[in-house]
């Protein structure tokens, strides 16, 4: 079984420009979640998909973050546009939605950096 | 906010010794479940252990939780080179399901 996959692994963009993430959670799941850890910090939660619907986006730190999963399946995450305080590692993970509690599991991360 | 905070922040041992990890929180919660991660890689799941949960094993690691104290330890026996990684606690709470995570602790298992 595949496990999350998150593209790009990195990206290097300067400030003022626009960035796109993409999260492919394992098949199925319908739980998808972003969480970003940045320089230095402790990882934190941005929001929580349950299949295309937005469950929570209490984390989202302001209006240049989108986050959109269209058809349930993959999702997406664009900054636009970017700041230097966005510079770190976003995670996705996925989980079922048939036992609670349950684990999340995460894909490798995307490193940004805003230059 | 709910943060968890994580002691100690660095922990250095040697092959054959073991490792114990804390986490505090601050709020009520349902479970508490600790992730491993390795350099430049994903986080992960290590094992949960329930609110009405005191202890729990997996192999090596036995996680305790005393929720009256709001903290959860994580001990690794016999640890061996391969432990080398960023140990994270997260918590979540009832009617939610995102994780909120401590602050990690690094463990360097040196052969």
């Known amino acids: 079984e595949a496990g999350v996959t998150q593209f790009p692994s990195h990206s290097v963009i300067e400030k003022g420009q626009t960035v796109t993430l993409r999260c492919d959670p394992i098949?199925?799941?319908?739980?998808l979640y972003w969480y970003r850890r940045v320089m230095g910090k402790e990882i934190k939660f941005l929001l929580h998909?349950?299949?295309?619907?937005?469950?929570?986006e209490s984390g989202m730190p302001n209006n240049r973050f989108l986050a959109e999963r269209t058809g349930g399946t993959y999702s997406t995450l664009k900054v636009q546009p970017a700041e230097l305080e966005d510079s770190g590692v976003y995670f996705c993970?996925?989980?079922?939605?048939?036992?609670?509690?349950?684990?999340?599991?995460f894909g490798p991360g995307t490193r940004l950096t805003v230059t | 906010s709910q943060q968890g905070e994580e002691d100690p922040q660095a922990l250095s041992i040697q092959e054959g010794e073991n490792a114990t990890m804390n986490c505090s929180y601050k709020?009520?919660?349902?479970?508490l479940q600790w992730y491993r991660q390795n350099s430049g890689r994903g986080l992960v799941h290590l094992i949960l252990?329930?609110?009405?949960?005191r202890e729990k094993h997996s192999g090596r690691l036995r996680v305790t939780l005393d929720t009256s104290k709001k903290s959860s330890s994580l001990l690794i026996t016999a640890s061996r080179a391969a432990d080398t990684a960023s140990y994270f606690c997260?918590?979540?709470?009832?009617?939610?399901?995102?994780?909120?995570f401590g602050t990690g602790t690094r463990l360097q298992v040196f052969p």
């Open positions: 993970a996925s989980s079922p939605r048939e036992a609670i509690p349950y684990e999340q599991y």
């Open positions: 098949s199925g799941h319908d739980n």
């Open positions: 709020t009520s919660i349902n479970n």
């Open positions: 252990i329930r609110s009405n949960e």
């Open positions: 997260a918590t979540v709470s009832y009617n939610t399901d995102k994780l909120i």
């Open positions: 998909f349950v299949k295309e619907s937005k469950q929570d």
